[in-house]
């Protein structure tokens, strides 16, 4: 691993951004630099669980037997309903679980578990508890794009008897039953700050988008401003048109009130749970969330203005004398980054993105050096004049694509250290993060069930909105 990342630092010291952005860091140095920061950023192990197979959870939290969940008695297993499990994703139909499931002991209860965490394979016999209850019994496979908390382990805990982190079920919501990840020694990954995943599209309208998804959006986006750029007018040769500016206060008007709505989600002051956690709640929605998205394509927009020379003139009302276009693109992009988001993106800064580019700096230069190779090889390979529409696009696209999506990474893998995820790995945030950009989920969110039609769009689903409609 320390080979890797000082390949990656020893890379970007060639991306001449500006030559005093140059890292002046020699193959050694990057090899010193990781085997210093690795053991403050956590353990240098991927994956390295720990092995906990006949454990019944900790003596401060231990797993039980009686937990009042009823039992399907003709068929002796636990009925499921599939709304239960994720209500996006499934609707009425009941699947069949062991009676055992959850007790006495820690265990991986769920990774061959129809319908999230398996997929079912048909005219094999196997016991009753992987099946559907109307449909014949099937015996079932890990599935790939499983969530990440189907392999790991937990069990049904005593809430007056835990000194650990527990969570309601949300399978059983009509019934008393809790339990914990914790105390079999597995990160919770049910749920993030304690709001399960499940429930994040139905709380903020918001879900953790795919990586397509993504460069779709950023796509969009930019050929979107290279047509608005397109109707400028020769009077307006070095200057932004007064569409460009109405487009300008129109993106920043929209991302302010898509803040408060988001900032309205949470629920701040909850009896069982801290303001760091609800903060940290915040922060996962609106980092997944168009606002952010969204205001780092304005931010890559004023940047290509700025190349293009058209922030020569006055933007504002009161950038008019001693301001210079340099001035005027420092101007725009914190306007953008920050009071788009009412501010709140300068405490995020402090408290989750510095952290994750100082914990995961390799993959914040590589962020870096991605978006100036792209820059300085892409227009040449396609043959394309740096200073065109086509090529301008692309560019932004690229840019606007490597940004968003690194920054999201550096800026969700702290709210995942900081709900103690680093116990499995100083990599393990990150690869969670990946494997939580469902596109089942995101177009069951925001489009409903794809077999059914297009059943959930509508214009007031403000995130898919931003994202690819303005």
């Not at 059983?172 to 399960?196: I, K, M, Q």
């Not at 168009?290 to 700025?306: G, K």
Request: with cysteine; proline share 5%.
């Amino acid at each position: 691993q320390c080979a890797c990342v000082a390949v990656v630092l020893a890379w970007t010291r060639t991306v001449p951004l500006r030559k005093s952005w140059a890292a002046p860091v020699s193959l050694a140095r990057c090899c010193r630099i990781v085997a210093f920061l690795l053991p403050v950023c956590g353990d240098a192990g991927i994956f390295s669980g720990n092995q906990w197979d006949e454990l019944v959870g900790l003596p401060t939290c231990p797993c039980i037997d009686d937990v009042p969940i009823p039992w399907h008695g003709d068929k002796d297993c636990i009925p499921v309903l599939g709304r239960n499990i994720h209500p996006l994703l499934f609707g009425d139909e009941e699947y069949c679980y062991p009676t055992n499931y959850g007790r006495t002991r820690c265990d991986v209860w769920d990774v061959y578990l129809l319908p999230d965490c398996a997929n079912p394979v048909k005219g094999v016999d196997v016991p009753e508890h992987v099946h559907r209850l109307d449909k014949p019994v099937t015996e079932t496979t890990h599935r790939l794009q499983a969530p990440a908390w189907c392999d790991k382990k937990w069990c049904y805990i005593d809430p007056n008897n835990c000194d650990e982190h527990f969570e309601k079920s949300t399978f059983f919501p009509d019934v008393e039953a809790y339990f914990s990840y914790e105390t079999c020694r597995n990160p919770d990954l049910f749920a993030v700050h304690g709001l399960p995943t499940s429930q994040l599209c139905a709380k903020f309208g918001v879900v953790e988008k795919p990586v397509y998804i993504m460069f779709i959006s950023c796509l969009v986006c930019a050929v979107l401003q290279q047509a608005i750029d397109a109707v400028k007018g020769a009077d307006t040769r070095d200057e932004l048109s007064f569409v460009q500016k109405a487009y300008c206060g129109v993106q920043l008007c929209t991302l302010i009130r898509e803040t408060y709505r988001l900032i309205q989600a949470v629920d701040w002051f909850a009896e069982d749970a801290s303001f760091w956690q609800s903060y940290n709640l915040y922060v996962y929605a609106f980092i997944h969330s168009s606002v952010f998205v969204r205001s780092v394509m304005m931010s890559m927009i004023v940047l290509d203005w700025y190349s293009a020379s058209l922030l020569l003139k006055q933007v504002m009302w009161f950038d008019g004398k001693g301001y210079s276009d340099e001035h005027r693109m420092v101007m725009l992009i914190l306007i953008f980054q920050f009071c788009s988001s009412a501010g709140i993106f300068g405490f995020i800064l402090f408290t989750h993105l510095v952290p994750g580019i100082i914990c995961y700096f390799w993959l914040f230069f590589l962020i870096i050096g991605l978006i100036t190779k792209f820059r300085e090889h892409v227009p040449g390979l396609l043959r394309l004049d740096k200073r065109g529409s086509a090529a301008r696009a692309i560019m932004m696209a690229s840019d606007s694509f490597i940004a968003c999506l690194g920054f999201q990474f550096l800026s969700t893998s702290m709210v995942r250290v900081y709900s103690g995820q680093w116990s499995s790995g100083y990599l393990f945030p990150l690869y969670v993060d990946f494997k939580s950009r469902r596109a089942d989920i995101w177009l069951h969110c925001h489009l409903g069930d794809p077999a059914k039609g297009i059943t959930n769009l509508h214009f007031k689903d403000q995130d898919f909105l931003n994202l690819f409609a303005r």
